[in-house]
């Protein structure tokens, strides 16, 4: 996996503690690192969590509807939250989830290497609790060829700074 490189000017515009509601809004736009994916995860996470033949057997998932082996599309969700977390918006703390869209666009195959673009949608501070408010983050996960293969709608809790 590599990681994003960010200019100087746009790090000395990122907080040491992460992104706050307020340091956010609609339009920003960020970018992950890298992940690429090889057969041998496919197979491990189906395996363990979504153990369909099209994702565990490269020789039944060729007589399927994918005609060859793909990943879970939940492999497919978690690689996605994981670029977010280590290489995306620098959410001061963390991704907490409130609420979501996810689909699945097209097939991700052994040997694709996966990115994630995501914007800042929506900003709502708390009406009720003024250490915290909501951002929906639109999320495309996008393979080398720059097909779209996850969109994820996600409505996120963020810190405000008064809270810090």
């Known amino acids: 996996m590599t990681m994003v490189q960010v200019s100087r000017e ?5 907080p040491a503690e992460g992104l706050y509601l307020d340091d956010l809004q609609a339009g920003q736009r960020f970018t992950t690192g890298t992940y690429r994916l090889d057969e041998a995860q496919i197979k491990a996470f189906a395996v363990q969590f979504d153990p369909q033949p099209f994702h565990t057997d490269e020789h039944a998932a ?6 060859g082996l793909v990943a879970s ?3 497919t969700a978690a690689i996605t939250m994981r670029l977010n977390v280590e ?9 907490v ?3 979501g869209e996810v689909s699945w666009a097209a097939p991700v195959r052994p040997g694709d290497v996966l990115h994630v673009e995501s914007e800042v949608v929506e900003v709502t501070p708390s009406r ?3 250490d915290r408010g909501t951002i929906v983050l639109l999320s495309r996960t996008i393979n080398q060829r720059g097909d779209v293969v996850l969109v994820q709608k996600a ?4 810190l405000r700074k008064a809270a810090a």
């Open 10 to 14: 746009a790090a000395r515009q990122i």
């Open 62 to 67: 060729e007589r399927t509807f994918f005609k």
């Open 73 to 75: 599309g939940w492999h």
């Open 87 to 95: 290489s995306g918006p620098p959410l001061a703390g963390g991704f």
């Open 97 to 99: 989830g409130a609420g």
């Open 128 to 130: 009720t609790r003024r």
């Open 155 to 158: 409505r996120l809790v963020v």
